[in-house]
């Protein structure tokens, strides 16, 4: 609004407010023969001495405290306008909460010309439902093709063809059951352990041949989880083979880097194995690699046997282990410490301490058998 329109030509004050009923608006003055701008408190005295004709006394009374049919027009429109905006930025939520959503989906871009998509932007979801229910039936509305081409990108970035496992997704792609982030995670979970371990031994039922989402039931530490036998065998595979190098930072081929949702069990699986073959496998097989330097010692005395004597017996059974597939340049006791940590690794060994020094103990009292 210009300067000029926000002075009254009768107080000659300037407006600052903002409402448009407040500001000067133009009333036909019968003495000056004329329209003359009058801010809202000069109208108000105006019509107080000069009332419109009306009836109606809510009428009445409006016109007085806006300044007239014009100033009443304005405060109407001034609401109007209020009531527009509130609603548009209402609606600007809703168009929001359906692309995080469609998101989640792999869909950019969210179609408004859809009926249900229209609907619930325009008017909100029906009362009986929750938010999430509301939006899951829209979803689930979303055309079999459109949910095809957003699953068919994601996968082709890591190879992988759509219908390679179009049994672990079907429900998906037909009624829009679950999201697209999990089940690209499945996929490439599945796919990564079908190439790199013997997932099929533990679970031959849920891979491509058994629909739906089933699988998923199963994660957790549960000792019946497919995925975390898997799991087990294949690291615990790679430490007696010497493959001692990290899986996830230094992966030996791009194919045996595991996927993101795998990272976080194999980081929790790694101490438990690492000290299960440690200690039930290479340090027994050490023992024998070293009996003649163990038998230098006093046997009664174990204050004798030091740490690093315990660890010298673990990497010399390692070494034996190691040379049946792959050797590793680097001892199997600092290999360790990389897996688990420095101060896990001294936990290790003094804990199993009395474990060790029993294995010793009995090893040249009865000796094995040729």
Excluded at 338 to 362: L, Q
Aim: hydrophobic share 35%; glycine share 6%; charged share 25%.
């Amino acid at each position: 609004m210009a300067t000029k329109s926000r002075i009254c030509e009768v107080c000659h004050k300037y407006c600052f407010r903002r409402k448009i009923y407040e500001m000067p608006l133009p009333v036909f003055i019968e003495s000056r023969n004329k329209k003359i701008a009058l801010c809202l408190a000069c109208r108000q005295k105006y019509y107080k001495h000069n009332p419109e004709a009306d009836t109606n006394e809510k009428n009445r009374r409006q016109r007085q405290c806006y300044g007239g049919k014009l100033g009443v027009q304005m405060y109407n429109n001034h609401l109007a306008i209020r009531r527009a905006r509130k609603m548009e930025k209402i609606r600007d939520q809703r168009r929001a909460i359906l692309r995080q959503a469609f998101g989640a989906h792999g869909i950019t871009e969210v179609d408004e010309s859809d009926p249900g998509v229209r609907h619930f932007i325009l008017y909100g979801y029906n009362p009986d439902l929750t938010q999430d229910e509301a939006i899951s039936e829209i979803v689930q509305d979303i055309p079999f093709n459109t949910r095809c081409r957003a699953l068919m990108r994601r996968l082709s970035k890591h190879d992988i063809g759509i219908f390679t496992y179009i049994g672990l997704y079907s429900q998906y792609l037909h009624s829009g059951v679950g999201k697209l982030d999990d089940i690209v995670n499945m996929v490439l979970e599945i796919n990564w352990l079908l190439k790199n371990t013997t997932y099929t031994r533990y679970d031959s039922q849920s891979t491509v041949s058994r629909p739906g989402l089933r699988r998923y039931t199963l994660r957790g530490n549960s000792s019946n989880d497919p995925i975390l036998k898997a799991l087990r065998e294949f690291i615990y595979r790679r430490v007696v083979n010497g493959q001692w190098n990290d899986i996830i930072s230094k992966p030996d081929t791009i194919s045996q880097l595991p996927p993101k949702s795998l990272w976080q069990r194999i980081q929790r699986l790694n101490p438990e194995i690492w000290q299960e073959v440690a200690k039930d496998l290479f340090f027994p097989a050490g023992i024998e690699q070293c009996q003649d330097k163990l038998l230098l010692l006093d046997m009664t005395d174990w204050g004798s046997f030091t740490n690093d004597i315990l660890i010298q017996v673990l990497d010399k059974g390692a070494i034996l282990f190691g040379k049946r597939s792959l050797s590793h340049p680097i001892a199997f006791s600092l290999a360790m410490i990389d897996a688990i940590g420095k101060e896990s690794f001294g936990v290790f060994v003094e804990s199993n301490r009395k474990i060790f020094m029993e294995k010793i103990t009995s090893f040249f009292i009865k000796p094995p058998s040729r």
